[in-house]
């Protein structure tokens, strides 16, 4: 492998592995060597539960006094779909008209190579003052992320292992390097409304109790209900129907259940337990027979405007000449998990072609994210005596 400091030759290893949730296929092999190269402590993980896959992880360390500063990311990918409908082959990496081209460039193998440029630019530069680097690195981000970094970080504090600032490398910017800071992100609650019924003839619709109708009568109501007008750094709260279903084949038969599911992203003016609350007092006050189950895949949270947003922000705007917006927007990440024990903070590569066909990333932003790593590195350790 070439110099470390160019993040082009580890983005092409790493997005060549086959690394589909839960497959590792050698990506965290790959990183740990590049890793070992540059000086990390590395420890690999390997979690399991039941009824889940098992899942690798990775955590390094460079360093051992404080402040910790963490980089986290991960290593799988999503599925390419139709591998025909790619123009090259989704893992060659291979690079055409200044652009690598592979599942896993934008999101977020791209990043990980860049940051990992990044400290062997920082250590050829021999720094005067430095505490400790860490990366986090997980195979189950795309997945059901039980065995992932939120396991990695019950690891890590049980160790006594402790991380005093985060930079997760999901791709934050929407179309150009430098627009935007991920400072926190919307709470994700899923619910199965199941209304019973009576099941009948539907020529005898009097004699049935049909749930369908009392499932329609509910759900208008709730759906229309504003659940607030937003706050000072989140967009209002959504709640967005995703199935209605009966389970019924039959078009003369009034079934006896009719199930609806929906998916609120919330704000930081509701927790999960908040909005279980307004939906239950929502439904029993339409009298019909109903189950309710949720499920939270993460409360909302925000690391408010400060030390860390206002580095990586110094940072992206001395290689892009963008003043980064600080959002909120956009579905969930692992730093749902990280915001209990550090800040955090996500700032990445241009996502426009995450998850799609011929996922991309230009080697300009390569260069660019790279050089914008260096800057928060070198930022946040070039004064000590900073709020970490």
């Not at 990992?116 to 992320?145: C, K, M, N, Q, Y």
């Not at 049909?210 to 750094?233: C, F, K, Q, S, Y």
Request: charge should be negative.
């Amino acid at each position: 492998m070439t110099a470390l400091t160019d993040p082009l030759p580890l983005a092409r290893a790493l997005i060549r592995c086959r690394s589909v949730t839960p497959a590792d296929a050698g990506a965290l092999g790959v990183l740990g060597e590049a890793l070992a190269a540059l000086g990390f402590d590395r420890h690999a993980l390997t979690f399991t539960a039941p009824g889940t896959p098992d899942v690798s992880n990775l955590y390094a360390r460079l360093g051992t006094k404080g402040p910790n500063l963490c980089f986290a990311g991960h290593t799988d990918v999503v599925p390419t779909g139709d591998a025909a409908r790619w123009s090259v082959d989704p893992f060659a990496a291979e690079v055409a008209g200044g652009v690598l081209y592979g599942r896993g460039a934008a999101d977020m193998k791209g990043a990980i190579a860049c940051f990992v440029a990044a400290v062997a630019r920082v250590l050829a530069a021999r720094p005067a003052s430095f505490g400790s680097l860490s990366l986090l690195i997980t195979g189950d981000e795309e997945g059901p992320a039980i065995n992932g970094t939120r396991k990695v970080l019950q690891w890590m504090a049980e160790r006594g292992e402790r991380l005093d600032a985060c930079v997760v490398g999901e791709p934050t910017n929407p179309t150009r390097l430098g627009e935007m800071i991920k400072i926190g992100r919307r709470g994700s609650l899923n619910a199965l409304l199941t209304v019973h019924g009576i099941a009948g003839h539907s020529a005898y619709p009097h004699l049935a109790d049909n749930p369908l109708v009392h499932l329609v009568r509910i759900l208008g109501p709730i759906m229309a209900e504003p659940l607030d007008p937003g706050t000072a750094h989140f967009q209002p709260s959504t709640l967005a129907l995703t199935a209605i279903d009966t389970g019924n084949p039959a078009t003369n038969v009034i079934p006896h259940a009719a199930t609806a599911r929906f998916n609120i992203r919330f704000n930081d003016r509701h927790t999960a337990a908040s909005l279980e609350q307004w939906l239950r007092s929502r439904l029993d006050g339409f009298g019909a027979r109903y189950d309710l189950e949720l499920n939270c895949s993460g409360e909302s949270f925000l690391t408010r405007p400060g030390h860390l947003s206002e580095i990586v922000a110094a940072a992206a705007r001395a290689v892009t000449g963008l003043t980064p917006e600080l959002s909120t927007s956009g579905g969930t990440s692992d730093a749902r998990f990280i915001k209990d024990y550090c800040s955090v903070v996500e700032f990445g590569m241009v996502g426009q072609t995450m998850h799609k066909t011929d996922e991309c990333a230009s080697l300009a932003d390569l260069e660019s994210l790279t050089r914008i790593y260096q800057g928060i590195i070198e930022s946040y350790f070039a004064d000590p005596a900073a709020p970490h």
